[in-house]
Each structure stands twice: as C-alpha cells, then as structure tokens.
C-alpha cells in the first residue's frame, strides 16, 4: 500500500475510533465515519468495501492499540510476578478507557458482525503472545504457559467485565463493593492475584 493510502486509510480509522468513542456502536456506520473524516461515503466505501469491512478493519486496530499496551510495558524486572499483576492492572485500565471498544474486541456488541476469522486468528495469536511470554517468566516448569495465562486471562476478563456491567448502571446501595475507583480496583488487584497463587505463578 502506497504511503498516501496508509494515511488515507489511518485517518479513516483514527475517525471510526472517534465515534466508537463519542457515539457507541449505534453511530458507526459508513456515513458517521465519512462525517468524521471530512470526507465522503464513497471513499470509505472505496478503502474498506462497505460497513462490514470497516468494522474488520477497526477490529483489528482494536487489538493493536491492546498490543502496544503490552509492547509499552517496562522491560521485565527480577520480579516476574509483579511485573505480570502490572500488565493485568494495564488490561483493566484499557478495558475501563472505552468499554465500548473493549466490547467489539471481546463481545458481539455490533448485531451479525462476525470479525473474519483469519484476522481473528491473528490479532489474538499476536496479541496473547505478548502476554504468554510474560506469564512463561512465573510458570511452573510442569505447566503448560499457554493454559496458565488462558486461565489468568479468563479471570482478568470475569473480573473487568463484571466492574464495566455494574458501572454502567445505577449503583446499588448495598452492594459489597463501593462504586469507587479505589474499591473496584482492589478488588480486581486481590482476584487477580488469587488466581496467580492458584495457578502455582511464582519467581523462580
């Protein structure tokens, strides 16, 4: 691709994540990306063939800003252990930056978009195997590091997904967590480590 159509085809994507930010997943389509581009349906029809290919193509620059979340971490530390509780902390504070974004990445929020499922492939092998890689450091010799960090992450997604369903609506005044910062990200902190101790992840 041509310099000046990666450009092209960046801003339209740097527009689609705005209104995915802005307006949530009911204003994307061709012609709210178009308006914030500046430019016209046409041409958003022209780079990405439609709607459904915008929507692979924000997919997958979803799984990208993820992946320099991770490429972004400080370099390991003798400290496996909190080095990968950091990273977990960094997915939480990703997920709670756009729920929505977190939403097409994770859950079907868009009504029949199903990412194809060559990218699909790709962007989660890439991404999770940054995150492998962290978790191979603390992983018993007798474990399998791919299984280890597939669980860590399911409790990572449970625990984050859980905060972003009860933040969204009305807070309950009995509920055992205050909805506050400090609290959710306590008790996310505390699950995460749980689950860390009980897949034996410890330095070596």
Same mark, same amino acid.
């Given at each position: 691709?041509?310099?000046?159509?990666q450009g092209?085809?960046?801003?339209?994507?740097?527009?689609?994540?705005a209104?995915?930010?802005?307006?949530?997943?009911?204003?994307?389509?061709v /012609?709210?990306?178009?308006?914030?581009?500046?430019?016209?349906?046409?041409?958003?029809?022209?780079?990405?063939?439609?709607?459904?290919?915008l929507?692979?193509?924000?997919?997958e620059r979803?799984? %990208?800003s993820? /992946?320099q979340?991770? %490429?972004?971490?400080p370099?390991?530390?003798?400290?496996?252990?909190a080095?990968?509780?950091h990273?977990?902390?960094?997915?939480?504070?990703?997920?709670?930056?756009?729920?929505?974004?977190?939403? =097409? *990445?994770?859950?079907?929020?868009?009504p029949?978009?199903?990412?194809?499922?060559?990218?699909?492939?790709?962007? =989660?092998?890439?991404?999770?195997?940054?995150?492998?890689?962290?978790?191979?450091?603390?992983?018993?010799?007798?474990?399998?590091a791919?299984?280890?960090?597939?669980?860590?992450?399911?409790?990572?997604?449970?625990?984050?997904g859980a905060?972003? *369903?009860?933040?969204?609506?009305?807070?309950?005044?009995?509920w055992?967590?205050?909805?506050t910062?400090?609290?959710? %990200?306590? *008790?996310?902190?505390r699950?995460?480590?749980? *689950?860390?101790?009980?897949?034996? =992840?410890?330095?070596?």
């Open positions: 691709m041509r310099p000046a159509e092209n085809r960046e801003r339209f994507l740097d527009a689609a994540l209104v995915l930010f802005d307006r949530g997943v009911t204003g994307l389509t /012609r709210g990306v178009a308006e914030e581009a500046g430019a016209s349906t046409i041409s958003v029809y022209a780079r990405f063939g439609g709607r459904e290919g929507l692979d193509a924000l997919y979803t799984f %990208e993820l /992946r979340v991770l %490429e972004d971490l370099p390991a530390s003798p400290d496996g252990v080095d990968l509780l990273l977990a902390l960094e997915y939480r504070l990703f997920a709670r930056e756009s729920p929505v974004r977190y939403a =097409l *990445m994770f859950e079907r929020p868009v029949r978009f199903d990412p194809d499922p060559a990218l699909r492939s790709t962007v =989660l092998r890439t991404t999770f195997t940054l995150f492998i890689a962290r978790v191979q450091r603390v992983c018993p010799p007798e474990a399998d791919r299984e280890a960090a597939y669980q860590l992450w399911t409790a990572m997604h449970g625990l984050v905060e972003l *369903m009860l933040a969204s609506r009305t807070p309950l005044p009995d055992f967590i205050p909805p910062e400090e609290a959710n %990200e306590g *008790m996310y902190r699950g995460v480590s749980a *689950m860390m101790t009980g897949l034996g =992840l410890r330095n070596p």
